[in-house]
């Protein structure tokens, strides 16, 4: 079964560290991934969209990476800021017309 | 630009009645997709569409319908609606060659309370 996993499920960083959110799959034939970012009742936004031929793509202070053969993505945020607090949410696209989600995980940037 | 617009934003049904939730997106794509959220599950693919006049069930189809008469509106219906529907549901688009090829775009939800 096709599945994807974000751990930690929370997670809190004083203002202007660095950190690293991660996300792994279950088949190492994807097509792309997708990371969101979702605030408390809101909409998902994209982020960064990573072909399955890319290592990486980047936008401002975010870098998210894939190693498909150990099925990973991670997303660096620089010098993390309190607007970055939400829920980040990790999205893969298998082949078909389906993005399959894990169940995101939930920064807190402490001022 | 609005990109992905939902209507209603929140809604409260009683069991049994019956409601659509309309999608519509301005940003003339082809493909359309009706999600659920659910606490501690992900968002899960209930209906999609390839193009105009197109349907097709995702993972989570039973007790929904849709219908995309034109390209840029995609419904969906609750013909009786239960409990297990409460919910928050999304909308999204994606352009040429679907997800496979580009980017989804996601809109507002819709906050569904059944009781």
């Known amino acids: 079964k096709q599945e994807v996993t974000q751990i930690p499920a929370a997670l809190s960083v004083p203002e202007g560290e660095n950190l690293v959110l991660n996300c792994s799959f279950t088949?190492?034939?994807?097509?792309?991934l997708q990371w969101f970012r979702q605030d408390p009742g809101k909409g998902l936004t994209s982020l960064l969209l990573i072909q399955s031929s890319q290592r990486e793509q980047t936008s401002g202070r975010l870098n998210a990476s894939l190693d498909k053969s150990s099925g990973r993505s991670t997303l660096y945020i620089a010098a993390s800021q309190p607007g970055d607090s939400a829920t980040y949410l990790c999205a893969v696209n298998f082949g078909n017309e389906k993005l399959t989600f894990g169940t995101g995980t939930r920064l807190t940037i402490i001022p | 630009n609005a990109g992905v617009t939902q209507t209603p934003k929140f809604r409260v049904l009683k069991t049994g009645q019956s409601m659509t939730l309309l999608c519509a997106q301005d940003?003339?794509?082809?493909?359309m997709y009706w999600y659920r959220q659910d606490p501690g599950m992900g968002l899960r693919l209930i209906h999609y569409s390839v193009g105009e006049g197109t349907t097709a069930k995702g993972e989570v189809p039973d007790g929904y319908n849709v219908s995309r008469l034109k390209k840029q509106n995609f419904l969906l219906g609750l013909e009786s609606a239960a409990p297990s529907q409460t919910s928050v549901y999304f909308c999204a688009s994606s352009g040429s060659g679907g997800l496979v090829n580009t980017e989804a775009f996601f809109g507002q939800g819709t906050r569904l309370t059944v009781v």
């Open positions: 940003m003339n794509h082809e493909y």
């Open positions: 088949d190492s034939a994807i097509y792309n």
